[in-house]
């Protein structure tokens, strides 16, 4: 950082809500990152919200009102590389990952893809993929891959509850392109898949239909290339990691450590810095997997984690002593060092 910018003060625009699934989760984490950043007299906040004065968060772009931009957006038009192609059109610094990096993390497909090709173990999948009027579908086990492509849509969902056989239950039909668990349906057994899976379908253009893993539900956060401790999350009597367990007090526990073994913390945290280094991600990420001994299968990744009061990155800084405020004010400084 130059040494003008450690005199003056640092013009900061917190950009939270938006229109996505997640808006009040984002809201959330915004509100927590503002009150946190204003513990430091260096930093003069303003706040953004793009389904309410986007018009004016472009003028202080264009105008060069601000110094760097604290994303706390989730979900679409955030996380999918969408506000990063427009900040990097005004050449305004910001948190969190590239364009690039973000595009492709938050496509689960697209993630699951490159870590297959660099041997990192993911779950077993089916998925669908539409283009036109064309759907492109694909199994892919650790020991089998088959792929599809019609204009069928009565010959995808066939093919789909075929190759369901190479999945163990309960399987998990998600969307693509969203998160916080939004756009995801648990199916415990063969009888409800069909209907599952065609209402999915007539909502999203790319699915991804999961094999249930065995093992302890983790996450590894990465904080400036270091990943942090391990937290083991317990959904507290929900099937799986759902928003509400996510997000509602008490609806989640975290342990921190982890408890799982030595070696597969280890190996979760070695995993969570390479994929870092493959798709290019900076500032904070979080990496969610499976654990069961040193089998270790990654879920997804997460580059813009959630700041709330229940988020799993800031219990993993704070159990090695990075408070809130610092967490927040590490990850914005490292967006000006860029």
């Not at 993993?316 to 408070?323: F, L, N, P, Q, T």
């Amino acid at each position: 950082m130059s040494q003008n910018m450690e005199t003056k003060k640092i013009r900061v625009a917190v950009v939270l809500g938006g229109n996505s699934s997640e808006r009040e989760v984002s809201k959330n984490s915004g509100i927590a990152i503002i009150n946190a950043l204003r513990t430091n007299k260096k930093f003069v906040i303003r706040r953004f919200d793009p389904a309410e004065n986007f018009e004016e968060f472009v003028k202080s772009l264009q105008n060069k009102e601000l110094d760097v931009v604290y994303i706390a957006l989730h979900g679409t038009h955030a996380e999918d590389g969408e506000i990063q192609g427009l900040l990097e059109a005004f050449g305004i610094p910001y948190t969190g990952s590239s364009l690039h990096a973000s595009a492709i993390a938050f496509d689960k497909i697209s993630t699951k893809r490159i870590l297959r090709a660099e041997n990192i173990p993911v779950a077993d999948d089916i998925c669908i993929e539409k283009n036109g009027e064309d759907f492109f579908c694909s199994l892919h086990t650790d020991k089998k891959y088959e792929f599809l492509q019609t204009t069928y849509l009565e010959e995808v969902l066939q093919k789909a509850e075929y190759w369901l056989q190479n999945l163990s239950f309960p399987v998990f039909i998600k969307a693509a392109r969203e998160g916080s668990s939004m756009g995801m349906v648990t199916v415990k057994t063969s009888d409800n898949f069909l209907q599952e899976l065609s209402g999915m379908v007539s909502k999203y253009s790319r699915i991804l239909i999961e094999s249930g893993l065995c093992g302890v539900e983790c996450t590894a956060s990465v904080l400036q290339g270091k990943a942090l401790p391990i937290v083991e999350i317990s959904s507290n009597g929900h099937s799986f990691y759902t928003y509400e367990s996510k997000y509602a007090p008490g609806g989640s526990t975290h342990f921190i450590p982890a408890r799982i073994s030595p070696m597969g913390q280890k190996i979760l945290q070695e995993r969570a810095v390479r994929i870092g280094i493959l798709l290019e991600c900076f500032g904070a990420y979080r990496v969610d997997a499976f654990v069961d001994g040193e089998s270790v299968r990654i879920l997804e990744v997460n580059t813009l984690p959630g700041m709330t009061g229940t988020s799993l990155l800031p219990d993993s800084a704070k159990s090695v002593g990075i408070s809130f405020a610092d967490l927040c004010e590490r990850i914005l400084l490292e967006a000006l060092q860029k």
